[in-house]
């Protein structure tokens, strides 16, 4: 045993670096968290060796009577951190990420060229929803299957549930996806399952982003009216970067889900799966169990909304003018700002965030608005009072923004950016900032 710093001193120094980035900035992507030490222990654990292609008890390899101790406690704790009866509920923990467990479900439900609709990529869906371009099928779900969006209304910016049904009666899905990336509402589950029903469709919900606030049930539950759920495992639940299937074990008409879900992760769309992560995960659902998960779930929701609050009081508009969840659409078009130019400012000032389309904007490539998300800041305890603080410096971003847009080209610009990027200038910077202010 020799340790990274002696055999690999270039990557050991990486690591230190993005440690200190993530230990000294303000992390405010929506999509990430910070996750625990024990999960991380389990992610870079032993595991990490071995190969166990198929399922527990039933594998093309040998020596897994370990591994398959550990898929069977994960699958147990994906059912119980998500209060599921084993008898009507089954989970499949191996997908190596939500995108591969995304395109494993549609593989278990639907047949190549069969139809499907998700909420369109502009309107907060993902891209494993079916996304496509009028120029191109830009995913392998609008690639091997034809898709159609659904969408957001462009007075409320809610999901146009009415607008979905009549579609639906037009289009006739084999499968309707429902969940979202950039969405600040929850979902009414009892609506789309009638649609689905009423066509015949599959109704399967990502809830990669909110599965956390889910299984704290801090929202409402898809379980009671969806056939498949996919979420990954490394967004609001706080575990590693993975994701999870789980299927309906119950279903008159299809008794044969179970098998159709596992042949289509292994052999259909994956190898080997990670053990070390499988472990990873049921750490983490070991911890989402627990009442403190819960309590955190609700501070996340806490904290959002008094970020919303916080910029609507500065007299910002946001998408929804507020949130359900952990997340928060910034729109900036109406002080004339696009979300790249936030996110860079932000970036400089040690601030992550990411550029996000909102409803309307005239190109997908130049967003008009930002997506903030409260989970990993609600890791590190921030409570209501330290988010007013974030939305403090955010508007300081902003108008930092605003006025670097002004002066576009100019001496102001190109020296605060050379400061602002070396680090050993600071004294020249506080100048700099001071003269910003004083303008
Ligand atoms: N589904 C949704 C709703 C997401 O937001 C994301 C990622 O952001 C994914 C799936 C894909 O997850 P991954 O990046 O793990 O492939």
């Given amino acids: 045993y020799k340790p990274l710093t002696e055999i690999d001193p270039e990557v050991k120094n990486i690591i230190d670096k993005e440690t200190w980035r993530q230990f000294t900035g303000l992390e405010l992507i929506a999509s990430e968290n910070l996750t625990s030490q024990a999960t991380m222990e389990a992610n870079g654990s032993i595991l990490t060796n071995k190969y166990s292609e198929g399922l527990p008890n039933a594998r093309y390899y040998g020596g897994n009577e370990y591994v398959d101790e550990l898929e069977i406690l994960c699958r147990k704790r994906a059912l119980e951190a998500f209060h599921l009866d084993p008898a009507k509920w089954g989970v499949n923990v191996q997908p190596y990420s939500g995108s591969t467990a995304n395109f494993a479900a549609l593989t278990a439900l639907i047949q190549p060229n069969d139809r499907l609709m998700g ?35 462009p007075d409320t910016n809610l999901i146009d549930y009415a607008g979905l049904s009549s579609q639906a009666k037009i289009f006739k899905p084999r499968l309707i996806i429902c969940g979202a990336s950039a969405y600040p509402r929850d979902w009414e589950y009892a609506e789309l399952k009638k649609i689905a029903e009423r066509e015949g469709a599959w109704l399967m919900a990502d809830i990669a982003h909110t599965s956390g606030l889910i299984a704290a049930q801090e929202l409402n539950n898809p379980f009671e009216y969806c056939d498949v759920v996919t979420t990954t495992t490394h967004k609001t639940l706080r575990g590693p970067r993975a994701g999870l299937i789980f299927f309906r074990k119950d279903l008159a008409n299809s008794p044969d889900l179970e098998k159709r879900v596992n042949d289509a992760v292994f052999p259909a769309c994956q190898g080997g799966p990670h053990n070390n992560t499988i472990a990873a995960i049921a750490t983490s659902l070991k911890q989402a169990a627990q009442p403190e998960f819960k309590a955190y779930a609700k501070q996340v929701i806490a904290n959002a909304r008094t970020l919303a609050e916080a910029l609507v009081s500065h007299g910002y508009k946001l998408q929804t003018n ?115 202010r004083d303008e």
């Fill in 119 to 153: 909420l369109g990529l502009p309107d907060g869906g993902h891209l494993t929803h079916g996304y496509y371009t009028a120029k191109k099928k830009m995913t392998a779900s609008s690639i091997y299957f034809q898709s159609f969006p659904y969408a957001i209304t």
């Fill in 322 to 436: 507020g949130t359900d969840n952990h997340l928060v659409l910034w729109d900036l078009r109406p002080i004339g700002l696009t979300g790249s130019k936030v996110e860079k400012v932000c970036d400089l000032m040690g601030i992550t965030i990411n550029k996000n389309a909102v409803s309307g904007d005239a190109s997908a490539q130049v967003p008009g608005g930002i997506r903030l998300g409260t989970s990993a800041l609600t890791s590190r305890d921030m409570k209501e009072e330290d988010i007013k603080i974030v939305a403090d410096f955010l508007h300081r971003a902003v108008q930092l923004s605003l006025v670097l847009q002004k002066e576009a080209g100019s001496k102001l610009l190109k020296d605060f950016v050379r400061v602002a990027t070396t680090p050993a200038e600071g004294k020249e910077g506080h100048l700099l900032v001071k003269q910003l």
